[in-house]
């Protein structure tokens, strides 16, 4: 897809065919003979491809010589050159004669071109050429008048030829009538001016002068020399004018903005990393829809909710570039855009310092991450999307409301000259970063320690307890009478044990006793029973039985007296045992008073000697580790000198670059880097570490302004709170707070509190009639016309930017924005820098000189593309005047410092004059008649 911008086109509007006597034939050529002419024809179309002319005008003199017009135009648009129609008047006017160069729209008829030149005549019936040679007119009216109703008739262009020279109007007219002719007929430029300016600037007369177009023409007198005659200046003859569109009205337009427009020398390939095109597939609110961008001033206009915005943050959301605010919100307007499952896509072209300039396809489906991609061979390459813009080339993008946000925010405006400081701060800042990841360790290792050695005391406690313990149990022997008493024990055990036996076996329900009882009585029934049969046998079998039983109750007489001697010799041997036991108890009872015990143990004094040993390893490992403690110490004094090192190169990378930035800002604005001048951040983060001490706000604030950083601070502390008054001017009640928060250095808050350290402060001073203002004292406008200043100081970054003109009234606009954008232009020597902008205000692009403006409109609930050109297009300038508040006004303003844009008045006249002419022409041709 083509853009609808402006690009450059090689231009010569001072051709000559042989129709002129001054123009020389091909060898051999018979002028007569239409085949000669077509090679004739041929040849000249070739040399104007050649020499890279692609708009060209023929301007024999005083009228088209139709015949060679009409086969060099066809001729030329087989090789893609517009030819378009043109004379060069040559006036009866002043010493000389005076040459004026008239360019026609390309549909204009040379016929009515011939009959109206005629008719300027005072003798319109004489020709004023025949076959090669040519007359000067004589004009009936004033040439200022004369020019005019040319250019009213036919709405060419006037160039004066050659000016500088014999038949140039500053050498025939003298400079004051020339200058006077070019301000009244509004003249287009000046063709070879050699030294015609410098006089024209030299007179009193008041022009548009740094508005008139300077240019070089070829004026050949062969087909060799078009596109190649010399310049005054020793190169060739050559101009390039910016267009988007090959009407006449665009090139008056930029004839009239030379600054930005004309170049005299072949325009170089823009340098600047730049976004070529955008394009959006998806089902949300930007639908589908490819942009391409010109390099220099795009901007986006239309109503209100047409996704001007919306397009912006989509393409910084695939540049995957983090807006200074208002993320979320942004966010779901790029979800809003794109639609679940939508693609935004970024073709970034790159110059590079040796070899062709490099192009990458950057691409972002919504919720996922960006891919970038060689845009010729579709590999994925090793960058970040802002990387593709070059070594410190990340774009510059500040969208809704981040200007207002970061002229009012000094934590803003450091990210923002950060930004545009690029790697060098960033490694500064990865090396502060560093120094602080090191400190952090080493007070995270010394924290480790101190909570380690903090156990140390109840350990030796522990330790000393035990081998107290211990001590006692060795000194008095106590394993051996414990052993001997568990021994003594055990054996009155038995003794008791044994007597206790004896009394149960002699007592009535011993189960001996009973048994033996039971056998006695069943012996006796059966002795009773073979007694009642009285016979011999049975009664003496009774007899033995009887004995039987008399003997079972004789042994349990004997050995319940056996088992009573028993029973009282076991108490006897216990009284004694226990006699012998007593001095070893009373002794052990001594020693449990001694250890405070309930009660001595054997297994103990194992349990106490086996965490004895252990507990030795770790007070050992402890004391061991007491060197590295210092050690650690030690080291962290230099660490933090490191930190302090490394803030410094950070705050002079800044410093060094604002003094770069201010000599590039006007006298206006000035950037102020205050190095460790953040003391809002760091009072804010003092506060945190102090959340729950009891320390008040006023006492933070107090300190925070006053310290240098958090390491000051922590000195204080460690001395004590008598300093932290001394040095702080607050009272023993918080300094003691403070000090109680800081005392356990293992709980790491000391060591933070040294990390905390004031930022640095960017602040922009601003010199206004004579007083100078901080950006937080200034005005919305004021401050953001500091802001744009700023950006517009830094190199040739890639730009976005969404409705800079918020909080800026016309006046900041037309003198300072419209003024910023402008210098950026490729024309400008060392300025080259690619500006898409969305805007409401028409000044940006009618006086900015946007190269495109995308007029967008949105259909039901899809933005589309209404029309795409630059302001030198009628159908844009319509658009801007209709969808832009102040369009019409913009546009007068332009007319009235540069020329060359009709406003409204001045379209419906010459729409009027076109309708007109045809009649005026009929009755000058009936007028030449009369008179012939």
């Known amino acids: 897809m083509k853009s609808g911008g402006s690009r450059w086109y090689k231009v010569d509007f001072h051709l000559h065919t042989p129709g002129v006597e001054s123009f020389a034939a091909l060898d051999g050529m018979n002028f007569s003979d239409l085949a000669d002419q077509q090679i004739f024809a041929e040849a000249y179309a070739a040399r104007l491809k050649e020499a890279g002319i692609e708009i060209a005008a023929i301007t024999d003199y005083n009228g088209v010589r139709e015949p060679w017009f009409r086969l060099i135009r066809e001729a030329a648009a087989r090789h893609g050159v517009i030819v378009l129609p043109g004379v060069e008047l040559s006036v009866a006017e002043g010493k000389n004669g005076s040459h004026i160069l008239v ?228 966010e779901e307007l790029v979800k809003h855009a794109l639609g679940a499952g939508g693609k935004v896509s970024l073709e970034v072209e790159r110059q590079s310092d040796s070899g062709p300039a490099k192009r990458y396809r950057i691409s972002r489906v919504y919720g996922e991450s960006p891919t970038v991609t060689d845009a010729e061979t579709g590999e994925v390459v090793g960058l970040a999307p802002k990387e593709t813009f070059g070594p410190d080339h990340e774009p510059i993008i500040l969208l809704q409301r981040e200007i207002d946000k970061i002229s009012s925010d000094s934590t803003y405006r450091r990210d923002l000259l950060d930004r545009l400081i690029g790697d060098e701060v960033h490694q500064a800042e990865k090396a502060v970063d560093e120094a602080r990841r090191v400190l952090r360790q080493n007070g995270h290792d010394i924290g480790k320690h101190l909570s380690e050695q903090a156990k140390r005391p109840d350990l030796v406690h522990e330790l000393t307890k035990i081998e107290h313990e211990l001590k006692i149990y060795e000194d008095n022997g106590v394993l051996e009478k414990l052993s001997r008493h568990s021994h003594l024990r055990q054996t009155r055990q038995k003794l008791v044990a044994a007597r206790d036996l004896a009394g149960a076996l002699r007592s009535d329900g011993a189960e001996w006793r009973q048994a033996l009882q039971a056998a006695a009585s069943e012996v006796d029934e059966h002795r009773a029973g073979l007694v009642s049969q009285e016979e011999e046998l049975t009664l003496a079998a009774g007899q033995a039985l009887a004995n039987a039983v008399s003997a079972l109750s004789a042994a349990e007489t004997q050995a319940i007296i056996a088992l009573e001697a028993a029973e ?126 009891g320390v008040n706000g006023v006492t933070i604030e107090g300190i925070a302004q006053s310290a240098t950083d958090g390491a000051s601070i922590a000195d204080a502390v460690r001395s004590g709170a008598a300093d932290l008054v001394e040095r702080f001017g607050i009272t023993t009640t918080q300094a003691g707070k403070i000090c109680t928060w800081f005392a356990d250095e293992s709980n790491g808050r000391l060591a933070e509190l040294e990390m905390l350290a004031p930022r640095d402060k960017v602040d922009l001073r601003l010199h206004v009639d004579g007083e100078t203002k901080t950006i937080d004292n200034a005005s919305a406008g004021q401050r953001a016309t500091a802001i744009l200043m700023l950006i517009f100081a830094v190199d040739d970054r890639c730009m976005l930017l969404d409705q800079p003109e918020d909080d800026l009234d016309n006046r900041f606009i037309f003198d300072d924005v419209v003024q910023m954008i402008r210098s950026q232009k490729a024309t400008i020597p060392g300025s080259t820098r690619q500006i898409t902008a969305a805007t409401h205000n028409p000044n940006i692009p009618v006086l900015g000189d946007a190269e495109l403006v995308v007029v967008l409109d949105a259909s039901g609930s899809e933005m589309i593309v209404a029309a795409q050109g630059s302001i030198d297009a009628y159908e844009i300038r319509k658009h801007i005047r209709q969808v832009l508040e102040g369009g019409e006004e913009a546009l007068f303003r332009r007319y009235q410092k540069y020329g060359g844009v009709r406003t409204v008045q001045m379209e419906q006249q010459h729409q009027w004059t076109q309708l007109s002419q045809p009649l005026i022409g009929r009755q000058l041709a009936e007028t030449s008649e009369l008179a012939s």
């Open 568 to 693: 009282r010799e076991m108490g006897a041997l216990v009284g004694r045992h226990d006699q012998t036991v007593a001095p070893l108890a009373d002794d052990l009872n001594r020693i449990k008073q001694e250890l405070h015990a309930d009660k001595l143990d054997a297994d103990r004094v194992l349990s106490l000697s086996a965490r004895c040993g252990p507990l030795k390893t770790k007070v050992e490992a402890l004391d061991r580790k007491l060197p590295a403690i210092e050690a650690l110490r030690s080291k962290r004094a230099g660490l933090l000198a490191n930190v302090a090192g490394e803030r410094e190169r950070e705050s002079r990378v800044r410093l060094k670059v604002a003094e770069s930035i201010n000599k590039r800002l006007s006298s206006r604005v000035e950037v102020v880097v205050i190095a460790h001048g953040d003391v809002t951040q760091f009072a804010e983060d003092f506060r945190t570490l102090l959340q729950g001490s």
């Open 103 to 330: 360019v026609f729209a390309e549909t204009t008829d040379p016929k009515e071109i011939n009959e109206y030149l005629r008719a300027l005549d005072r003798t319109p019936a004489r020709d004023l050429f025949t076959g090669r040679t040519h007359r000067d007119i004589e004009l009936r009216d004033p040439l200022p008048v004369a020019l005019k109703e040319l250019r009213a008739r036919f709405d060419c262009l006037l160039i004066p030829a050659h000016a500088d020279e014999s038949k140039g109007i500053v050498q025939s007219l003298g400079a004051e009538n020339a200058a006077a002719v070019i301000v009244e007929a509004d003249l287009d430029g000046l063709d070879h001016a050699g030294g015609a300016m410098h006089k024209i600037r030299s007179t009193k007369v008041k022009g548009r002068w740094q508005h008139l177009a300077l240019i070089e023409f070829s004026d050949p007198r062969s087909i060799a020399d078009i596109g190649g005659k010399a310049s005054s200046s020793g190169g060739v003859r050559e101009t390039w004018l910016k267009l988007s569109s090959t009407e006449i009205d665009a090139m008056r337009l930029a004839l009239h903005d030379p600054e930005t427009r004309v170049t005299t020398t072949a325009p170089a390939p823009a340098s600047n990393g730049r976004i070529i095109s955008v394009a959006v597939e998806g089902t949300g609110f930007l639908g589908n829809v490819t942009l391409m961008l010109d390099a220099n001033l795009n901007n986006f206009i239309g109503g209100r909710g047409t996704g001007k915005s919306a397009l912006l943050e989509s393409m910084r959301y695939c540049l995957a570039i983090a807006p200074f605010c208002d993320e979320d919100k942004r």
